[in-house]
Structure formats: C-alpha cells, structure tokens
C-alpha cells in the first residue's frame, strides 16, 4: 500500500515536479528526498537474496558451473543478474550515507554485511580468474562494483570500512583489467546498453580518483582522447534505439568534462553537440515505453533516468544555456520516475538505481 500511494502521489505530480515527496528542487536541479530515499530502498531490499529469476552470462568450461547462481556468486545472486545485484548494493550504500536515520536502516545494514563478506567475494572472484570468464561483466558490472567500492571508501562508518576491505580484492581484479583491456581495445563502443565505453569509464574514473590510482587515471585519459577528444557533431537526431537505457551521446558528453580542461571542455561540447546551445532544445525528447512487462523495452524508461544525470553534468560544466539543459534533465526524470515502482520485475529489479544516481550524484 505504501509503494501504490507514493506512486500515486508521483503521477499527481506530472503538472509540477516541485509538488513530490520523493524529491525537492534545489538549484534547478531534482534531489532526493528521505521520502524518497525510504521508498527506493524497498526495491533493492526486495531483490538482493531473491534467487529467481536469474539471467546467468558466465560460460561453463565444465559441470561444476551447472548450479544454482548463488554458489558461484554468493554475494552477487539476486536482483535478476549480477549487474543489477552489484549496483543494487551500491544504492543502499549511497542512501544509508545520506540518510543515515533511514527506518530500515538497521535491516539495509544486515543485508549489505550477510552478502558482501569475505568469503563470498573470495568465491565470487573464482569465475573471474577462470579463463572462459575473465571479459564475464565487462565493461557495465566492472564499473558498478568499482563504484560501490568509491562509495564504501567514502564512507566514514566502520560496516564501510569492513566491507570496503572485503571488496577490494575484486575491485583491484578490475583496475587492472580495464588497464589491460585499453591497451587492446581498438575502437570505441557506442551502443546504448551495457557495453557503452564512455559510461564504463566515468565510473572507473570515479574510482581512479577516490583510489589515487594514477596508472589507471592515465588509461582512461589516453583512451577518452584517442576515441572521443576528436568528435564533432555526434548523431543524437539517430537516437534513442529500441532498447536503449544510455544516450551514446550524453554519456560521452558526461564523461568528457572529467578529462578535459574546463576552457576546452566548453569548446568541445559545443562542436560535439550544438544542439544543446539553443534556447528552444529540439534534442532528446522523452522516450516511450509501450510494455513495461518487456525487459528489453523498459530499457528506455533508464534512459530517460540516465539523460538526465548526463544534462546534469553537462549543464554544470558546459558554459552557458545551463538553465535549459538543467530543465531537459528535469523533464527526463519527471517522465521516468512514475513508473519506477510499475509492478514488473522488469524494471523494478534494477530502475531504482539509475534514479538514485541521477537525484543524488555531484558534478
């Protein structure tokens, strides 16, 4: 009853998305409330020991494989797929930090320590050293799982610190896996699901950062500029594709103001998409979901979540026609976030995420 009166109260606030509990307005831009913060926490909580359905993308060298996917990923086994279980923990880490008084804390607390111990991380890192799986989660689940990492190293509680050392073995398996996989990789990836590069990098920049890594900071440098530092007048008219839940074009925007100086930055962004510059943005409208039932089409209600925290960050950095890049942002996540909590273990599993990000990262 809780979820079906928030989601009421969040399709009440269509006309004005100043009027919902789940979110204030600060500074033009759409932050999470504790209100909302209670109400995303219930997905994850919901999802993260849930064995069924599961989606498995390992590759089984032999019969020991063919088991239940919580003994080879005893951390990571609910919320569908390993991804979605991954950047679901993330979540609850990043609302227990900012909303430390949460009711379900004491609960959210419990559930992060049973499933990211020692040992299950220790037997999680198993696939990853067979030879079959070493690309297993690359580029998308990698990076989320660096993230929680950043998020517990920026964590000043003692459950953080715990299980940001039972962590690190895994996250230090994919610095030096993206360190190794730039120096081969010999064009960019621009799609709209999980392999996208550039969003892959910004959250292994993240990590880069918070972990003083700089052999890994320069890989990510010298692959943004060899791929992107040149790009002109990227295709958004092209987008979105069916099954997109990233903008192939925001996402590279996004990550080019971590790299480049912020004078060139600014030139940069205006070549790449001019588009933006005008008062009247025509760019980016918002993307329909016809089945939400459909785990591919619900993809595009991430999309317009992920948008926004690309325009977000553009916005901050580009120079000028920030307030009208700030209210696309804002349009995006007042389209998405009604349908958030549909239901459907479709979107359910893994949308709150990218809601969370999008109300609660800094630039």
């Not at 932050?31 to 995303?40: N, P, V």
């Not at 049973?114 to 220790?122: D, F, P, T």
């Not at 037997?123 to 993230?147: A, D």
């Amino acid at each position: 009853m809780k979820v079906l009166a928030l989601f009421l109260c969040l399709l009440a606030a269509t006309s004005s998305y100043a009027q919902s509990p789940l979110y204030d307005v600060k500074d033009g831009q759409m932050r999470l409330t504790t209100e909302g913060a209670m109400h995303f926490a219930q997905l994850p909580l919901k999802c993260m020991q849930h064995e069924f359905p599961y989606k498995t993308g390992i590759v089984f060298s032999d019969s020991s494989l063919i088991t239940a996917p919580k003994d080879y990923h005893p951390a990571f086994y609910g919320c569908y797929d390993w991804h979605s279980s991954v950047h679901g923990h993330w979540m609850l880490v990043r609302l227990l930090k900012m909303f430390p008084d949460l009711p379900n804390a004491a609960l959210i607390r419990k559930k992060l320590a049973e499933n990211l111990s020692q040992e299950h991380i220790n037997t999680e890192l198993l696939v990853f050293r067979g030879k079959e799986n070493k690309g297993f989660e690359r580029i998308y689940g990698w990076s989320w799982l660096m993230q929680l990492q950043t998020e517990l190293l920026t964590w000043d509680d003692p459950l953080a610190r715990k299980l940001s050392r039972n962590i690190a073995p895994l996250a230090t398996l994919f610095n030096n896996a993206w360190r190794d996989f730039l120096k081969k990789i010999a064009y960019p990836i621009r799609v709209g699901e999980h392999t996208n590069l550039a969003f892959g990098l910004r959250l292994a920049w993240d990590y880069a950062i918070v972990t003083n890594a700089p052999s890994l900071q320069a890989s990510i440098k010298e692959a943004a500029m060899r791929f992107y530092g040149n790009d002109r007048d990227c295709p958004a008219s092209w987008e979105p594709g069916g099954y997109d839940f990233l903008s192939p074009c925001l996402e590279e925007a996004d990550l080019m103001w971590r790299i480049l100086p912020a004078a060139d930055y600014q030139h940069w962004v205006k070549a790449f998409l001019p588009g933006l510059f005008f008062s009247d943005i025509q760019l980016f409208h918002i993307a329909t979901v016809n089945d939400r039932t459909d785990g591919k089409l619900v993809h595009l209600d991430g999309l317009n979540l992920s948008r926004a925290w690309c325009l977000y960050g553009i916005a901050k950095h580009a120079g000028q026609n920030s307030t009208a890049i700030r209210e696309l942002a804002n349009k995006h996540l007042q389209a998405a976030l009604p349908h958030i909590a549909s239901g459907d273990y479709a979107g359910e599993h893994w949308l709150a995420t990218f809601a969370v990000y999008a109300m609660t990262v800094e630039y």
